[in-house]
């Protein structure tokens, strides 16, 4: 696999985590699905700015 596709499956994986652990939050039903969208449209940049601003629940509580 090369270097690409491998950050590419890593940052899909981070994504789909990012995406369950918005939904879990305790954040409205309106901020989950702008989040949601946010992390699916803009994959890289969306996770980075869950990360640091995240909704609800402060963001990667495990």
């Given at each position: 696999m090369e270097f690409g596709g491998l950050f590419?499956?890593?940052?899909?994986?981070?994504?789909?985590?990012a995406i369950i652990k918005i939904?879990?939050?305790?954040?409205?039903?309106?901020?989950?699905?702008?989040?949601?969208?946010?992390?699916?449209l803009l994959?890289?940049?969306?996770?980075i700015a869950w990360y640091f601003v995240g909704p609800g629940d402060k963001a990667l509580k495990w």
């Open positions: 590419g499956v890593l940052v899909l994986v981070a994504d789909v985590f939904w879990q939050s305790s954040a409205t039903d309106g901020e989950k699905i702008v989040w949601i969208i946010f992390v699916a994959p890289l940049i969306g996770l």
